[in-house]
Structures are given as structure tokens and as C-alpha cells.
């Protein structure tokens, strides 16, 4: 074989190595110590001294470059195999995985629907634009009663408002925030008969100032339940029940009297838990008889009992959170404890 040969085969053969074993096998074959180049070098002392010397400094060149080549190609490998091997440092602490927090109004939201359905209530929905006729009229609040100044509430502009034709096409009055969940009641007695026992669990807007215990933007949890023999003894149970299966059999009650126009009589339910202090969780008492009338119903057929509770109070109290505005801060440090 002519050097030129052995050139051309060699680099060849060192460009197809696809593995250090492969590239061994050339270098091993060429340059070994019985190696086709190695022979020729060997030779090189039979030739004469003009020829030693032209075949010789081509043979070593060739010599050179060959070891240049094998060289640069094992680098190569190593790298890789360094890559794969030790690409990522095992001794190296691992980075965190943040999964993502359910928010405690989600969760005590997804309890409190769990808790009822057990007890056979179904959930029902409503919307947070209302009118007025539904928040106030047809709950016995007329306009100019006193007691809409207990639901201090965000009016809405009717005019070129989007949800204008809402109110056109129902009754005609005002557009507003929904101030409690209570106009759902009268929404689901619209369309359904006697007897059911719903909540509806919703957001409601005020207009007031926040404190401690009160946000202008929170959530209720509406009950109903109607029947021909419904009576507050029902009610009691059912929110005893309730608070039990929530909270544990160490919840106390305090069941004060209270106003709503929509009830009567109307309560209002304090709990409290071991170590805390009493907290209002909710307004209720049996379906006032103009509330029934308002739906067609006949009041001296059918009764019923509501209530109304704050969501955030309740998860106030189960979570022990001292600040109601904790909830709608953002702030991810107090979101990630839960
Ligand atoms: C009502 O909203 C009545 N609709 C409840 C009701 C329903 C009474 C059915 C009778 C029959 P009240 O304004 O008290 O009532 O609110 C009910 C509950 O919502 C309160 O007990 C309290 O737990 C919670 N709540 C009231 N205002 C706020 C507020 N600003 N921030 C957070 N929670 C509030």
C-alpha cells in the first residue's frame, strides 16, 4: 500500500469511528506496533538514502496528522461521555417544585358544598349583577324602607350598560351589585315547587368600609329549604349538623335574635370554638309570608326556613386567620400554608 492509500483509508476509517472502541481499532491499526504505517517507517531502513528521506518525512507527516485526527475525535467522545455521565451534578441540592395552593375560600367553599349534599340540599347558582326587584322588592324591602340601609350597595349605571336589557326584560328596576345571596331564593322559587332544600353558595358586594371582619367584596352560602311542615326546629338542626361536621363536635352555638325583613322570626347564629372568641357567622329564621306571596306560593300551605352565612367567617374560624383581608391581598406567602 502507497502512503497515499494508507492516508486516504486511514482517514476514513477515523471518520466512521462511532465509538472509542471503533477509533482504538484504527488507531491500533495504523499506528500500532504492527500497525500498516508503523510497517512503513519500519521499512523505511531497507531504502536507499534518497528515498529514506522522501518516503520517510511524508510517512511521518502522515504519522502526525493521524495521531492529530485520533486525538481530536477522542476528545470528542469524552466530552460527550462527560456530558452524559456527569452532565448534571448529582451531589447538587435539587431545585424546589412549587405546586400550586387551592385558596382556603376554595377550599372551605368545596367542604360546605360537600356537608349539605350529604344531607341532601342541592347546589344552585345565581347571578352577582341583580336588580333591585329580586335584592330587595321581592324580599319584602321596599323602596324607601329603612332597612335597606343594611345592605349598603353598589348602584350600577343603567344607561348603555350591557346588562340593562336583564333588567328590561324581568321587572323594571335598577341594576346593583347583589348585596347577600337572598334574591336567589326567590330566582329558584320562581321556577320551582315545593318541597326542596338548595344552598347557594355565591360572591356579594358592599359598599362599606373594611375592618378586621368585614370586606366590601365576600362571599355567603344561602339555605333554603321549604316544605309543608318545615319548622325552626328543622333549622337548628340542620345547622348544628352542619357546623359539627365542618368544625367538630366542640363548636357552641349562640342563637340571638335578629332582623331581616325576609324572616320571621329572624335569628342570627354566633359559634365559637375552643380557645376563640364568638364570631356572627350568619342571619336566618322561617321565610316571612309576603316572601311566599311574592313567588306564588300560598303561605298558609307552605313554610320554610333560611339562612345566610359568611364563607370567609367561616374559614376565618376553621383556619384560625385573624384578618378577613388576608384572603383577597394576593399575597402568596399566606396562600402557600394552605
Ligand atoms: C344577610 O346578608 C342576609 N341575607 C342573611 C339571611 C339570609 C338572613 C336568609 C335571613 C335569611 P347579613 O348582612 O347579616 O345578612 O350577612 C350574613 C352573614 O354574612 C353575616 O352573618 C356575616 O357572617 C357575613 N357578612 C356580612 N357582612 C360581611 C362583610 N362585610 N364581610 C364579610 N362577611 C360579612
Redesign the pocket.
Given at each position: 500500500m502507497d502512503l497515499e492509500q494508507i492516508k486516504k483509508s486511514a482517514i476514513n476509517a477515523i471518520n466512521n469511528a462511532s465509538t472509542a472502541q471503533d477509533l482504538e481499532s484504527v488507531n491500533v491499526k495504523y499506528l500500532g506496533r504492527k500497525g500498516v504505517l508503523t510497517g512503513v517507517l519500519h521499512s523505511l531502513k531497507d531504502l536507499s538514502i534518497e528515498d529514506r528521506r522522501k518516503i520517510g518525512s511524508k510517512a511521518n507527516a502522515l504519522k502526525q496528522k493521524l495521531e492529530e485526527l485520533i486525538n481530536k475525535k477522542s476528545n470528542s467522545f469524552r466530552e460527550l461521555s462527560n456530558k452524559i455521565s456527569f452532565g448534571f451534578d448529582v451531589t447538587k441540592p435539587g431545585l424546589k417544585i412549587f405546586s400550586g395552593h387551592l385558596h382556603p375560600l376554595s377550599k372551605i367553599d368545596a367542604e360546605v358544598r360537600k356537608i349539605f349534599l350529604s344531607m341532601n340540599f342541592s347546589v344552585v347558582d345565581g347571578p352577582e349583577i341583580e336588580n333591585e326587584y329580586y335584592n330587595f322588592d321581592a324580599?319584602n324591602i321596599p323602596a324607601n324602607h329603612p332597612a335597606r340601609d343594611?345592605?349598603d350597595t353598589f348602584w350600577l349605571k343603567s344607561k348603555n350598560n350591557p346588562f340593562r336589557q336583564l333588567a328590561d326584560s324581568g321587572q323594571k328596576s335598577k341594576l346593583l351589585l347583589r348585596?347577600?345571596?337572598?334574591p336567589v331564593?326567590i330566582r329558584y322559587m320562581e321556577k320551582h315547587n315545593p318541597p326542596f332544600q338548595i344552598i347557594v353558595p355565591g360572591r356579594?358586594f358592599?359598599y362599606?368600609a373594611?375592618d378586621m371582619?368585614?370586606?366590601?367584596n365576600?362571599?355567603?352560602v344561602?339555605?333554603?329549604m321549604v316544605g309543608s311542615d318545615v319548622s325552626l326546629a328543622n333549622f337548628k338542626f340542620v345547622v348544628e349538623e352542619f357546623c359539627r361536621k365542618l368544625f367538630g363536635s366542640k363548636v357552641q352555638f349562640r342563637f340571638r335574635p335578629?332582623y331581616?325583613p325576609?324572616?320571621e322570626p329572624?335569628?342570627?347564629?354566633d359559634i365559637k370554638l375552643e380557645g376563640g372568641g364568638w364570631?356572627?357567622?350568619?342571619?336566618?329564621?322561617m321565610?316571612q309570608r309576603n316572601v311566599f306571596d311574592a313567588v306564588r306560593y300560598n303561605p298558609d300551605e307552605v313554610q320554610g326556613?333560611?339562612?345566610?352565612?359568611?364563607?370567609?367567617?367561616?374559614a376565618m374560624i376553621k383556619y384560625k386567620i385573624p384578618d378577613?383581608r388576608l384572603f383577597y391581598n394576593g399575597d402568596l406567602r399566606f396562600i402557600r400554608q394552605f
Amino acid at each position: 500500500m502507497d502512503l497515499e492509500q494508507i492516508k486516504k483509508s486511514a482517514i476514513n476509517a477515523i471518520n466512521n469511528a462511532s465509538t472509542a472502541q471503533d477509533l482504538e481499532s484504527v488507531n491500533v491499526k495504523y499506528l500500532g506496533r504492527k500497525g500498516v504505517l508503523t510497517g512503513v517507517l519500519h521499512s523505511l531502513k531497507d531504502l536507499s538514502i534518497e528515498d529514506r528521506r522522501k518516503i520517510g518525512s511524508k510517512a511521518n507527516a502522515l504519522k502526525q496528522k493521524l495521531e492529530e485526527l485520533i486525538n481530536k475525535k477522542s476528545n470528542s467522545f469524552r466530552e460527550l461521555s462527560n456530558k452524559i455521565s456527569f452532565g448534571f451534578d448529582v451531589t447538587k441540592p435539587g431545585l424546589k417544585i412549587f405546586s400550586g395552593h387551592l385558596h382556603p375560600l376554595s377550599k372551605i367553599d368545596a367542604e360546605v358544598r360537600k356537608i349539605f349534599l350529604s344531607m341532601n340540599f342541592s347546589v344552585v347558582d345565581g347571578p352577582e349583577i341583580e336588580n333591585e326587584y329580586y335584592n330587595f322588592d321581592a324580599l319584602n324591602i321596599p323602596a324607601n324602607h329603612p332597612a335597606r340601609d343594611m345592605w349598603d350597595t353598589f348602584w350600577l349605571k343603567s344607561k348603555n350598560n350591557p346588562f340593562r336589557q336583564l333588567a328590561d326584560s324581568g321587572q323594571k328596576s335598577k341594576l346593583l351589585l347583589r348585596t347577600h345571596t337572598s334574591p336567589v331564593q326567590i330566582r329558584y322559587m320562581e321556577k320551582h315547587n315545593p318541597p326542596f332544600q338548595i344552598i347557594v353558595p355565591g360572591r356579594v358586594f358592599r359598599y362599606e368600609a373594611t375592618d378586621m371582619s368585614h370586606e366590601f367584596n365576600f362571599y355567603q352560602v344561602e339555605g333554603l329549604m321549604v316544605g309543608s311542615d318545615v319548622s325552626l326546629a328543622n333549622f337548628k338542626f340542620v345547622v348544628e349538623e352542619f357546623c359539627r361536621k365542618l368544625f367538630g363536635s366542640k363548636v357552641q352555638f349562640r342563637f340571638r335574635p335578629g332582623y331581616f325583613p325576609f324572616v320571621e322570626p329572624g335569628l342570627e347564629v354566633d359559634i365559637k370554638l375552643e380557645g376563640g372568641g364568638w364570631l356572627e357567622v350568619m342571619g336566618a329564621g322561617m321565610v316571612q309570608r309576603n316572601v311566599f306571596d311574592a313567588v306564588r306560593y300560598n303561605p298558609d300551605e307552605v313554610q320554610g326556613f333560611a339562612f345566610g352565612m359568611g364563607l370567609d367567617r367561616l374559614a376565618m374560624i376553621k383556619y384560625k386567620i385573624p384578618d378577613i383581608r388576608l384572603f383577597y391581598n394576593g399575597d402568596l406567602r399566606f396562600i402557600r400554608q394552605f
